[in-house]
């Protein structure tokens, strides 16, 4: 029976090798399922053959002088062919062991199983998967994963003997995608088990839907003011030239709609720098309150024309390490929202809290404006997400700010936090290395 699971391996190892030569995790894997085979088989004859020995121990209690006196002839072959078999072992279990470690290390969920759907072989990643606990072989393949898409791809590939491909999505929190690649094996003509390989391109499928939506939203948000600016000039050319006031009003607009624009751009254009390889970071000791003083200087009119009180809580001895230009762009894009967001008469305030047990200190821009719903706070970081799309078009934000100060935290190898309360107000923090307070 174990022999015929080598045939197995052996088999799936050169159909799916041949059918999926791209993969190399599902090559590494066979290969340790081929290897495993011949360790167990050589293991095998190793141990009968000591066996075999053992036994002829058992012939004579004193065995060299015995096999010295009567068999002068077979002592050394046998004292050299029971060191050559210990050698052997020794070198398959390391071999053996070093498969199991390789295996076990390969991110791509494995699952092997015989003609009747019993797990063969699965491995640590398909373990976590499905949130099971190891060993899982012996078990039925409804035993281990719980999804009819599943089930019956690898019960389909038994039944007709042909490779099988498939996206799965997997339902509950976090929703997740898998590519599901199935390869019966074959001992002659009859298929005696199948090959499974699973790979998680949910982070694929995320970036798939955030490039759609940043080209739909760059669309329109480049529309927009392109088709204003273009009416209104037309206007102009056609009638409105004599009459003064009637023209000074439309340049204004037009002037209006190719800030927005320039805003727009400026904002991709910094986000593309970001995000790119080549952007130099320089960390250096910074005057955190400079800092802050300055961002503040940069929304204090808007703050006056609303009225709102804006706070500074930050000791003038506190020095951080970072990248002083990325910071106070990420203070004023926090601040600014701040002001926009939070109704005349409100307040912001900004301060800092040392991080307990650390050298870290967290920045945080807190306001007491409208609040984010709780259901948009995971997403009020990517570009272009709006909570309330129409409002913030009408206050000049281009969508691009919380995804720069994100990106901005992220080259000083730190996280943006949110807190916020629906009519109550908004939290942002991050933290950096705190030279000394």
Not at 318 to 329: A, F, N, T
Request: with cysteine.
């Amino acid at each position: 029976m174990r022999l015929g699971w080598i045939l197995l391996l052996s088999n799936a190892l050169l159909v799916v090798l041949v059918w999926w030569s791209g993969h190399i995790a599902l090559a590494l894997v066979l290969a340790a399922l081929w290897s495993g085979g011949q360790i167990w088989f050589w293991g095998r004859t190793a141990r009968r053959q000591g066996e075999q020995l053992r036994q002829l121990d058992k012939v004579a209690p004193d065995d060299s002088a015995w096999l010295e006196a009567f068999h002068p002839e077979l002592a050394r072959p046998l004292e050299e062919l029971a060191e050559r078999i210990q050698q052997r072992v020794g070198q398959l279990e390391s071999e053996n062991n070093r498969l199991g470690i390789i295996l076990e290390s390969i991110t791509e969920a494995i699952l092997v199983v015989d003609r009747d759907g019993r797990v063969v072989l699965a491995n640590k990643a398909l373990a976590n998967l499905f949130g099971l606990d190891p060993p899982l072989e012996g078990l039925l393949t409804a035993e281990v994963v719980r999804y009819s898409a599943i089930q019956d791809a690898l019960a389909g590939c038994l039944a007709e003997g042909r490779r099988r491909e498939m996206e799965v999505e997997l339902t509950g929190a976090p929703e997740r995608h898998l590519d599901m690649q199935v390869a019966p094996v074959f001992e002659g003509n009859e298929c005696i088990g199948a090959v499974a390989v699973l790979y998680d391109i949910t982070r694929l499928r995320e970036l798939e839907r955030i490039r759609r939506d940043f080209v739909a939203n760059v669309s329109h948000e480049l529309r927009t003011p392109l088709t204003a600016i273009k009416g209104y000039a037309e206007i102009l050319s056609d009638s409105a030239l004599d009459d003064r006031e009637t023209a000074r009003r439309f340049t204004g607009i037009i002037e209006n709609h190719a800030d927005r624009l320039t805003r727009l751009l400026g904002d991709l254009l910094d986000l593309s720098r970001l995000e790119s390889d080549q952007l130099e970071v320089e960390l250096i000791p910074c005057e955190l309150k400079l800092l802050v003083d300055t961002s503040v200087g940069s929304v204090s009119q808007a703050a006056a024309q609303k009225q709102i009180a804006i706070h500074c809580d930050v000791p003038p001895s506190i020095q951080v390490i970072c990248d002083p230009k990325l910071i106070e762009q990420a203070l004023i894009n926090l601040l600014d929202n701040a002001v926009k967001y939070t109704p005349a008469g409100g307040k912001v305030r900004v301060g800092t809290r040392p991080v307990e047990d650390t050298d870290r200190l967290a920045i945080y821009v807190e306001d007491t404006g409208v609040g984010i719903p709780s259901e948009d706070l995971g997403r009020i970081f990517e570009r272009f997400y709006r909570v309330d799309k129409g409002r913030s078009r009408d206050l000049g934000g281009t969508g691009l700010g919380l995804s720069i100060v994100r990106h901005i935290a992220e080259v000083h190898g730190e996280q943006v936090s949110v807190q916020s309360k629906l009519g109550a107000g908004t939290t942002f923090s991050f933290e950096l290395q705190s030279r000394g307070v």
